[in-house]
């Protein structure tokens, strides 16, 4: 069978249209963006889905991911204002927001952004004293962020977060800060322990104070009674009553020997000479006790004396 030379260009054309659809046609994955290049310079960007090119004139130039993307941040030294030398490591996060600007405006994105961002690490805490450094994380993040955000704006880069994880201090400077420490510790539980003890002081001297109140106050109401008891006697006896004096004496004289004969060290009791007239005493006592019993029973006699005679009823 003789094939014609139509016969032989139509499956070659075929398989050139074919070629050249295989290369017009482009599938951008989700989350990338591709710069097409026409004769080496930038024309447009592809977005993810199918999209169609001019075979052997436009070319696929730079391959971005437009996702979120994690940067670590290695560990380096840092000297604080006040000459102190921390190891610092971090991480940033960042977005390409702009994939011509991200690969044609600098060569190296991830590089750039790394060297960017411990550059600035270094600036802002080495403008820092350590325990500033050390206290002060969050405003050392917000300044970081906003310093490397702003440097990269240019580059279409999107700084989304700059966290340092660990600020490590050499050895006997954190042997140094534990005794700081202990030694500010130890001197607030002093100052509580001396406000606790001030505190006791005060209350007990204002316990003995009260108590001291109390008791003079106790000694001014027995001595009130006591001016009141000697008052009444001496008005008995300005009125004759020799009875009020001898109860007086006598009571007087009782407590004494009660006292005596309370004592802890006393064994033995020696009654005075003058105990006789203690009996004496005790016999006007005894006399008023009979003259204010007599006086009673009088007076109960008058009382029924005054009462009208009382009517027995009559039986029956």
């Not at 996702?67 to 490591?89: C, G, H, S, W």
């Not at 991480?91 to 994105?109: K, R």
């Amino acid at each position: 069978m003789d094939f014609s030379g139509f016969d032989i260009v139509i499956p070659v054309l075929v398989v050139l249209v074919l070629l050249l659809l295989f290369a017009g046609i482009k599938t951008i994955p989700q989350g990338y963006n591709y710069t097409v290049e026409r004769f080496g310079r930038y024309t447009k960007t592809l977005t993810p889905g199918l999209n169609l090119i001019i075979p052997f004139i436009d070319r696929i130039g730079a391959k971005m991911n437009m996702m979120e993307q994690v940067l670590d941040v290695p560990t380096q030294e840092v000297i604080t204002r006040d000459n102190a030398i921390v190891a610092v490591d971090g991480v940033a996060f960042y977005q390409v927001l702009s994939a011509p600007q991200a690969a044609y405006q600098v060569a190296g994105l991830q590089n750039a952004i790394l060297n960017l961002t411990m550059t600035n690490i270094r600036t802002v805490m080495g403008s820092m004293d350590l325990d500033e450094l050390l206290s002060n994380r969050d405003a050392i993040n917000e300044r970081l962020l906003r310093v490397v955000d702003e440097a990269a704006h240019p580059w279409g880069i999107k700084v989304t977060r700059v966290e340092i994880k660990d600020i490590n201090p050499p050895a006997n400077l954190v042997d140094s800060m534990a005794r700081q420490m202990m030694a500010e510790r130890n001197k607030r539980a002093q100052i509580l322990e001396a406000e606790g003890l001030k505190a006791a002081q005060v209350l007990e001297a204002e316990g003995r104070r009260e108590a001291a109140f109390r008791d003079a106050e106790a000694r001014e109401r027995a001595a009130e009674a006591e001016a009141r008891a000697t008052q009444v006697v001496s008005e008995a006896i300005a009125k004759g009553d020799v009875q009020a004096i001898n109860y007086f004496v006598a009571q007087k004289y009782t407590e004494a020997l009660a006292k005596i004969g309370s004592a802890p060290n006393s064994k033995v009791v020696l009654m005075p000479m003058e105990a006789s007239s203690l009996i004496g005493t005790l016999g006007g006592i005894g006399e008023i006790a009979k003259e204010v019993f007599r006086a009673e029973g009088t007076a109960g006699a008058q009382r029924q004396s005054s009462r009208p005679p009382r009517i027995a009823p009559e039986q029956n």
